[in-house]
């Protein structure tokens, strides 16, 4: 299984970016994703997932109202568009996958991890 982040980089403030997250070697429509974030010198936090069939979502209360998540089964593909970026949603930037029918909230849940890419927002 492989999860390849992608869509990093550097914004600055109030600006937009999306992610990616390419899945290969899973059945994807069959799995929950998730994205989860992790700043220097913190514990990785959960940002947003979305079910397999892409009907359900979950966000962090963090997010709400700017980042998106969505899925696109035909191309093995997760993404997360993020508007309206802050200096605090600096990070590097987790996808996940799990075998579920739910949306998965939580780090340990997951069974499969993207490498991650980093997004920094700063003037």
């Known amino acids: 299984v492989q999860l390849q982040a992608s869509g990093g980089g550097l914004v600055q403030p109030g600006g937009s970016l999306r992610l990616s997250c390419a899945a290969s070697?899973?059945?994807?429509?069959?799995?929950?994703m998730g994205w989860f974030r992790q700043a220097p010198g913190k514990e990785r936090e959960f940002v947003a997932a979305?079910?397999?069939?892409?009907?359900?979502?979950s966000y962090a209360d963090s997010v709400k109202g700017r980042f998106s998540i969505s899925r696109d089964n035909a191309k093995n593909t997760v993404y997360l568009q993020m508007i309206s970026l802050k200096p605090e949603d600096t990070a590097v930037y987790y996808c996940a996958a799990d075998y579920s029918t739910a949306v998965v909230l939580h780090t340990h849940d997951y069974r499969y991890w993207g490498q991650g890419t980093l997004v920094t927002v700063s003037s």
């Open positions: 979305v079910s397999w069939s892409g009907r359900r979502t």
């Open positions: 070697g899973l059945p994807f429509s069959s799995v929950a």
